[in-house]
């Protein structure tokens, strides 16, 4: 992780390690194999379980972990939270995600925007207001009004 690396591999080779990884990763997983594990996929999953990788990597390895930059930073906390918290249904969850990924396009982009439209669907503006918020650093409760502000809306209301 620390090396700007954004997945590892290693061999699987016993029924203990595949029920212990398989455990983590909510899915079933064969042995012997060899498995390629996304640390952002990874970090997703320990979050549903209330702890980070960056937490648990500290633990083992008894020192401080720096702290990878970019999506694993705000994104991964962001999608772990929508799925505990945000009551997403299963069936709907990747194109909630898809249709706020392409919001946040615009919003943490930087420059002035207009309120695109699916921000008008509550569940998908409730998941796009939780990933500005973790991307800018605010803590819930949220304050709308000026979250938008501060990510560049261009005009008032809303």
Known sequence: MESGRSAFSFRVEDRVTAEALGAVLHKAIGFPARRQVSLVRLDEHLRV???????????VHQRSVRRPAGQMAWRSQWL???????????????????????????????????????????????VVVRAVGLARGVSAPVDEPALWRSAGWAHQGG
């Open 49 to 59: 379980e209330g702890v980070s990788l960056v937490e648990v990597l500290e633990e």
């Open 80 to 126: 772990a939270q929508v799925r505990r918290y945000d009551e997403v249904p299963a069936a709907l969850f990747d194109d909630v995600v898809a249709r706020a990924d392409a919001v946040l396009a615009t919003v943490l982009g930087g420059a002035p925007w207009d309120w695109p439209a699916e921000l008008d669907d509550p569940l998908v503006r409730r």
